[in-house]
């Protein structure tokens, strides 16, 4: 990946488990944002967090941001089926441009 | 809510031939991004435009372009197609400009090169 890696690259949990994921980046940045993606389909926006935040939630998810340690995490709490997807960060490198660079991706399994 | 429109949804292409992919970003967003994910990667940013100029260039090869018209939809253009360019091709949209702004992605055209 141009920006980063995330790990795992692949988790498999029981429903109703909590589920973890690091991503980790090598460059100075804005933002950090997380998507998740279906197999195959679009990519949904999770939540975004800002290179002065540490920490953010939305509903079930739990987003930390380590600007010293260049990484974040992502924690689903209280995992269910339709979580089973990959999960990407993304991040905003500049102010001066709109692109985000992606990191490999985690892909979870939540088991019924 | 409306949400980024992308079309065709899919679309099958020899070696050589010419494509046009399409994308509609959410009404009153201004800026357009342009990723392709191959398979198993991850998304790779291409081009972007804000206020129907190109604001950012990516990895995008020569043979591609792209441009946004005055309705903000935006068009990406693929000539000389090789069997490599088959990918997912996804739009985004956000309201203004710069990584502050949330990006909304669109289902993406499936691309096969044959």
């Known amino acids: 990946s141009q920006q980063g890696e995330e790990d795992p690259q692949a988790l498999s949990i029981q429903e109703g488990e909590n589920a973890t994921m690091n991503c980790s980046y090598k460059?100075?940045?804005?933002?950090l944002q997380w998507y998740r993606q279906n197999s195959g389909r679009g990519l949904v926006h999770l939540i975004l967090?800002?290179?002065?935040?540490r920490e953010k939630h939305s509903g079930r998810l739990r987003v930390t941001l380590d600007t010293s340690k260049k990484s974040s995490s992502l924690l689903i709490t209280a995992s269910r089926a339709a979580d089973t997807a990959s999960y990407f960060c993304?991040?905003?490198?500049?102010?001066?441009?709109?692109?985000?660079?992606f990191g490999q991706g985690t892909t979870l399994q939540v088991k019924p | 809510a409306a949400g980024v429109i992308q079309s065709p949804r899919h679309l099958i292409k020899e070696k050589r031939e010419t494509a046009t992919l399409k994308c509609y970003p959410i009404?009153?967003?201004?800026?357009v991004y342009w990723y392709q994910q191959g398979p198993g990667q991850d998304p790779q940013f291409l081009i972007s435009?804000?206020?129907?100029?190109?604001?950012d260039k990516g990895s995008i090869p020569d043979r591609f372009s792209a441009q946004q018209f005055s309705d903000y939809h935006s068009e990406l253009n693929m000539s000389s197609l090789e069997l490599g360019d088959s990918a997912l091709y996804f739009c985004?949209?956000?309201?203004?400009?710069?990584?502050?702004?949330?990006?909304?992605f669109g289902p993406g055209t499936r691309l096969l090169v044959l």
């Open positions: 009404p009153r967003h201004d800026t």
């Open positions: 993304a991040t905003g490198i500049s102010s001066n441009t709109g692109k985000l660079i």
């Open positions: 460059t100075s940045i804005n933002n």
């Open positions: 985004a949209s956000s309201l203004g400009f710069g990584t502050q702004e949330t990006q909304y």
């Open positions: 435009f804000y206020e129907k100029m190109q604001s």
């Open positions: 967090i800002r290179s002065n935040e």
